[in-house]
């Protein structure tokens, strides 16, 4: 008698067990969908905006990530004796050239947005290099803050990249490699 309540008691458990794995898992892939963590680019039309899935935006195009807004205004490249007065072209290199970025973030979500400079980094041809570069006569650097909800800023990274390398700008704050990765193609 003793054998049979026993396999019973276990039939019950796992089927308890199974069941609230299964809850939670339901639970989780719901949590899951209904968070904006896809990376979005808005397309406008004549008569409305809407948003696409897609982590690769264009220059002048803007990327939504948890209701923050990217958009790269424009690059421009400048040369190094041009930044200064006094040559660094050693330092930067043959075809190397100063990479200037102007970027605008809006904070369009429900809460304070963290932004920094080293969320951001310069894809010369998979070689990756931070755009944290100061140089004199580059105003307005973004450097690092806080955006309030509904508030803006708008401003420059600076890195170096070879002029003829097709370049990117990254943006990656997510821990998780798979979230929140926008990549700008500058050219």
Do not use: C, W
Request: hydrophobic content about 35%.
């Amino acid at each position: 008698m003793k054998g049979r309540h026993k396999q019973k008691y276990n039939k019950k458990h796992q089927i308890f067990t199974i069941g609230i794995f299964l809850i939670i898992t339901f639970i989780y892939v719901i949590y899951h969908f209904n968070t904006n963590d896809s990376v979005k680019k808005v397309v406008k039309t004549q008569s409305k905006s809407f948003l696409t899935s897609q982590s690769t935006v264009k220059v002048g195009e803007t990327a939504v990530y948890k209701n923050i807004h990217f958009r790269v205004n424009n690059f421009d490249f400048k040369d190094s004796n041009a930044i200064r007065g006094d040559s660094i072209t050693n330092k930067l290199g043959i075809d190397n050239q100063l990479v200037v970025v102007n970027i605008t973030i809006t904070n369009l979500s429900k809460q304070k947005f963290d932004y920094d400079a080293y969320f951001f980094q310069l894809d010369d041809n998979g070689k990756l290099t931070d755009t944290t570069e100061a140089y004199p006569n580059v105003d307005h650097d973004i450097d690092s803050g806080t955006l309030g909800v509904g508030d803006s800023i708008t401003g420059n990274l600076v890195a170096k990249g070879n002029t003829n390398h097709h370049l990117k700008i990254i943006y990656q704050q997510d821990i998780n490699p798979t979230k929140g990765k926008i990549t700008f193609k500058l050219n």
